[in-house]
């Protein structure tokens, strides 16, 4: 009976589901497929679904970094206050900007010394000749924001339009939004520590995002995982969250593993987990047991149809301490080393349990990695990939 009631209330809480479209394409054309051949069009002229993160934000600077997604190269750098992003491919002769001197908003290609903007794409100078601008002389560029010390570029292209000669500004630059970009509600909470690690994956940013919101595997691939019991002790309903149209949220109660910190050092058998996705591949994974909570980010970058690169910042509120709120506090130096202490903990468990993921996703057959059939407890995992195909692998 209650298989049957369990199966009852997978089919009314997937069956039904359907994101509102809002501007998702312009017309058929300009609609992304993310599939078997993926396009770089964008699906919707607001850019809600088209930021992809690119990095953390110490990883940028002066320097030129290239940064490539789905196989288009852009070159990015920063100056005091903004970033800029350029399609890594000079006009004149297609030269990437690596090496190339910049200075605040400009680069200067390194094969023939082309001066660009970084805001607009446009060519200032070309050396020792004068030029008549022409569209075809300037570069697409990309809006670049910092949101939660995480670094997202935007693939809708800012048109450099020029008329009579004239400079009349970027289309698309007022209505690329990034009102959609989720930060975690940890980022402002001083309690919280974190620490930030990245990993490289060989397969489809798709199915390594799938893997974070997978809550079976957990029993099996990780060592902190419980085998004997490896699924949540009862299903929930997804709820969407408000912030945005491509957030979800789904809440389990779940064995805590005999050899997890949880168990060990903090003395819980039961724990609650928190999932939640937005569209394209942002995870959360918050585990909350009595007054703490460790939460996993994860933002997957996908490089290439099977390379992927995963930015993951894993927060805790334990063997944690705000040293604002002591600074003058003779306790002071316990609670630093207490905090460097967690930290080491904190990376050396992510950094095993992102190799331990990297074994099992790696090595999933690239042919045929849909699977054949689903069991209840994927039922937020199909939730998200059907969001996805929606939006990113069929053409309407």
């Avoid at 049957?4 to 017309?27: D, E, G, Q, R």
Wanted: hydrophobic letters at 35%; aromatic letters at 14%; charged letters at 25%.
């Amino acid at each position: 009976m209650n298989t049957f009631m369990n199966l009852l209330f997978t089919c009314l809480t997937v069956a039904p589901f359907k994101i509102p479209y809002m501007s998702i394409h312009t017309n058929k054309d300009t609609f992304y497929h993310f599939d078997r051949f993926p396009r770089l069009d964008y699906p919707n002229d607001n850019g809600h679904l088209t930021w992809y993160p690119i990095g953390f934000s110490k990883h940028f600077g002066t320097e030129v970094k290239r940064v490539t997604v789905r196989d288009v190269n852009f070159a990015v750098w920063r100056d005091d206050t903004d970033y800029y992003a350029l399609r890594d491919c000079c006009s004149h002769q297609g030269s990437s900007f690596l090496s190339g001197e910049t200075y605040q908003n400009t680069v200067t290609c390194p094969y023939h010394g082309y001066i660009f903007d970084g805001k607009n794409g446009e060519l200032l100078e070309i050396p020792k000749m004068r030029h008549i601008p022409s569209c075809t002389q300037n570069i697409d560029c990309y809006r670049v924001v910092e949101k939660g010390d995480v670094v997202y570029l935007n693939t809708v292209p800012l048109k450099n339009e020029l008329k009579n000669g004239l400079n009349n500004g970027l289309k698309n630059r007022e209505n690329v939004d990034d009102s959609s970009i989720f930060v975690e509600p940890e980022y402002y909470d001083r309690d919280h520590r974190v620490v930030c690690l990245t990993e490289d994956f060989e397969h489809y940013a798709k199915l390594v995002t799938v893997n974070s919101l997978d809550i079976c595997h957990i029993g099996f691939v990780h060592t902190f995982g419980n085998r004997a019991s490896p699924n949540p002790l009862h299903l929930s309903k997804i709820i969407k969250m408000n912030d945005t149209d491509f957030h979800y949220k789904i809440q389990y109660v779940y064995s805590a593993g005999e050899k997890s910190l949880v168990n060990m050092v903090f003395k819980f058998d039961r724990i609650i987990v928190e999932n939640e996705y937005v569209l394209p591949h942002t995870t959360v994974a918050r585990v909350i047991f009595g007054k703490y909570s460790s939460t996993i980010i994860t933002h997957a970058l996908p490089v290439s149809k099977f390379k992927t690169k995963l930015f993951v910042k894993a927060y805790r509120s334990y063997w944690s301490h705000d040293l604002n709120k002591n600074k003058f506090d003779f306790m002071s130096p316990l609670l630093y080393l207490i905090n460097l202490i967690g930290d080491r903990v904190t990376e050396n468990t992510m950094y095993n349990t992102l190799k331990q993921d990297k074994a099992i996703v790696d090595n999933i057959d690239k042919t045929d990695y849909e699977g054949k059939f689903s069991i209840l407890y994927d039922m937020f995992s199909n939730h998200y990939k059907n969001a996805y195909k929606t939006f990113y692998e069929e053409e309407i």
